[in-house]
C-alpha cells in the first residue's frame, strides 16, 4: 500500500473522530488537548534524548505538558463547572521547571548538563506552556459553536499543508515554476510554489471565515477585512514555522517521523506541528485587537 493511500486511510479515520470529540462536550475537548500534548510532548524528549545522554524524560515531558495544558484550562474559568484560578499556569510551570533542574543537577553529567537541559525542557515549554494556550479558544457544552476558532486555525493548516504539498508536485519541472527549495537544509521536499501556493490558500480560507462567520465571535472582537487578511498571514507564516521547527527537530535528532501514532502520517509533533505555533498566536493577536477596540 502507498503512502498517500495509508495517509488517506488514516485521515478518513481519524478526522471524524476528532471531530466527534469537539462537538461533544468540553470533558472531551480538554482530554483530546492533554492526550495530544503529552504524546507531544513524550515525542520530543525522545527526539532529543536521541543527542545528549541523560535519564528518560518521556513521562516527565508527557506528565508535564498535560499539566500545563490542564493549567490553562484552569486559569480561564468556566471549564467543569469550576472557577478561574489565578496564577495556575505560572505556579504549574515553576514546579516543572525545578523538577527538570533537579533531574538535570542529579542524572545528567556536566558536559551534557545544559544542552540536555534545554532541548528537554523544551518539551513542555512549547507543547505544553505555549501550545496548551489552545485550550482558551474553547467553550463548555456540546456543539461546534463552542471550539468555531479552534477548528478554523486546525482546518487552516490542514489546508495550508495539503495545498502546499500537492501544488509544490504539481509545479515541480513545470515551466517558470520549476522547483525552489524553500529551506533545504532543514525540509528538501519543501518548495517555494507550495508555500507560497498554500499561504494564498489558508489567507483566503482564514479571511472569509474570520469576516463572514461567527468564527471568531468568542473573543468579542468586530472583524474588519484588514484583520481578516492579517489574521490569515499570521496563521500560515506560524504554521508554516511550526513546521519547519520541527522538520529541524527530526533532522537534527537524525527522526524520520517523531512518532507512530497515525499511521502513514508519522505521531502528534508531524500532524500537529503547524498547529502548536499558529494556535496560540491567533489567540494572542485577537486578544491584542480586543484591547485596542
Same mark, same amino acid.
Given at each position: ?44 524528549? =525522545? ?9 528518560? &524524560? ?13 493549567? $490553562? ?21 515553576? #514546579? ?5 533542574? =533537579?533531574?538535570?543537577?542529579?542524572? /545528567? ?6 544542552? $540536555? @537541559? /534545554? ?71 519543501? &518548495?517555494?510554489?507550495?508555500? /507560497?501556493?498554500?499561504?494564498?490558500? &489558508?489567507?483566503? $480560507? ?14 468579542? #472582537? ?6 481578516? #487578511?492579517?489574521?490569515?498571514?499570521? #496563521? &500560515?507564516?506560524? =504554521? ?13 535528532? =537524525? ?5 507512530? @501514532? ?22 494572542? @493577536? ?8
Amino acid at each position: 500500500m502507498s503512502n498517500l493511500a495509508q495517509r488517506l486511510i488514516t485521515a478518513f479515520i481519524a478526522i471524524p473522530i476528532v471531530f466527534f470529540l469537539l462537538w461533544f462536550s468540553d470533558y472531551s475537548r480538554i482530554g483530546l488537548m492533554c492526550f495530544l500534548a503529552g504524546v507531544g510532548a513524550w515525542e520530543w524528549a =525522545g527526539m532529543a534524548s536521541k543527542m545528549y545522554k541523560g535519564p528518560d &524524560t518521556r513521562y516527565l515531558s508527557f506528565a508535564s505538558s498535560l499539566a500545563l495544558t490542564l493549567a $490553562w484550562t484552569l486559569s480561564k474559568g468556566g471549564y467543569f463547572g469550576l472557577p478561574a484560578v489565578p496564577y495556575v499556569v505560572g505556579m504549574t510551570f515553576l #514546579v516543572i521547571f525545578a523538577i527538570y533542574i =533537579g533531574v538535570a543537577y542529579a542524572k /545528567v553529567e556536566i558536559d551534557h548538563l545544559f544542552p $540536555w @537541559l /534545554v532541548m528537554q525542557l523544551g518539551a513542555p515549554l512549547y507543547v505544553g506552556l505555549w501550545g496548551g494556550m489552545n485550550v482558551l479558544m474553547m467553550g463548555n457544552g456540546q456543539g461546534f459553536e463552542h471550539c468555531y476558532a479552534f477548528i478554523l486555525v486546525m482546518t487552516s493548516v490542514w489546508m495550508c499543508d495539503t495545498v502546499a504539498y500537492f501544488f509544490g508536485k504539481f509545479a515541480a519541472g513545470r515551466g517558470p515554476f520549476g522547483r525552489h527549495p524553500f529551506a533545504p537544509s532543514i525540509s528538501p521536499k519543501k &518548495t517555494w510554489e507550495g508555500s /507560497v501556493a498554500g499561504s494564498i490558500a &489558508t489567507i483566503a $480560507w482564514v479571511a472569509y471565515w474570520a469576516k463572514c462567520s461567527a468564527a471568531l465571535s468568542c473573543f468579542s #472582537v468586530e472583524i474588519d477585512w484588514t484583520r481578516a #487578511v492579517i489574521l490569515g498571514m499570521l #496563521v &500560515t507564516v506560524a =504554521g508554516q514555522a511550526g513546521d519547519l521547527l520541527m522538520s529541524a527537530l527530526k533532522r537534527w535528532s =537524525g527522526t524520520k517521523d517523531s512518532g507512530n @501514532l497515525f499511521v502513514g502520517h508519522g505521531g502528534v509533533l508531524d500532524r500537529c506541528d503547524s498547529f502548536y505555533l499558529a494556535a496560540p498566536a491567533l489567540y494572542l @493577536l485577537m486578544d491584542f485587537f480586543k484591547n485596542i477596540a
